[in-house]
Nanobody, 125 residues
Framework: QVQLVESGGGLVQIGGSLRLYCAASGRTFSSWPMGWFRQAPGKEREFVAAIHRNASRTYYPDSGKGRFTISRDNAKNTVYLQMNSLYPDDTAVYYC??????????????????WGQGTQVTVSS
């Protein structure tokens, strides 16, 4: 069983930064591609970032490219999401996810097998 626990969310002013953390259980963390998604009130969940199992590749949507950075530390079973220059539109619950797939489109939800409970990020204007 894989458990993912997000942390690091909170209230930040416009233009500020936050770093999200996702701690994973399991001894095979280094074999999982990992992703971050977010869901704002009244909206569908959307892709934020993903990272290959050995961090050799990262993936972003065009809308978030440059402001968000995903990284991982396999020794600590942790994946990170550094978020800079935050806007009120970034307000959402942020979820991390783990995929058991060897390869695929890590920008879509269906490839992920395990999800955390989410952490709230609120950007005030």
């Amino acid at each position: 069983q894989v458990q993912l626990v997000e942390s690091g969310g909170g209230l930040v002013q416009i233009g500020g930064s936050l770093r999200l953390y996702c701690a994973a259980s399991g001894r095979t963390f280094s074999s999982w591609p990992m992703g971050w998604f977010r869901q704002a009130p009244g909206k569908e969940r959307e892709f934020v970032a993903a990272i290959h199992r050995n961090a050799s590749r990262t993936y972003y949507p065009d809308s978030g490219k440059g402001r968000f950075t995903i990284s991982r530390d396999n020794a600590k079973n942790t994946v990170y999401l550094q978020m800079n220059s935050l806007y009120p539109d970034d307000t959402a619950v942020y979820y991390c996810a783990a995929s058991a797939a060897f390869d695929g489109n890590y920008r879509i939800e269906n490839i992920y097998d395990y999800w955390g409970q989410g952490t709230q990020v609120t950007v005030s204007s």
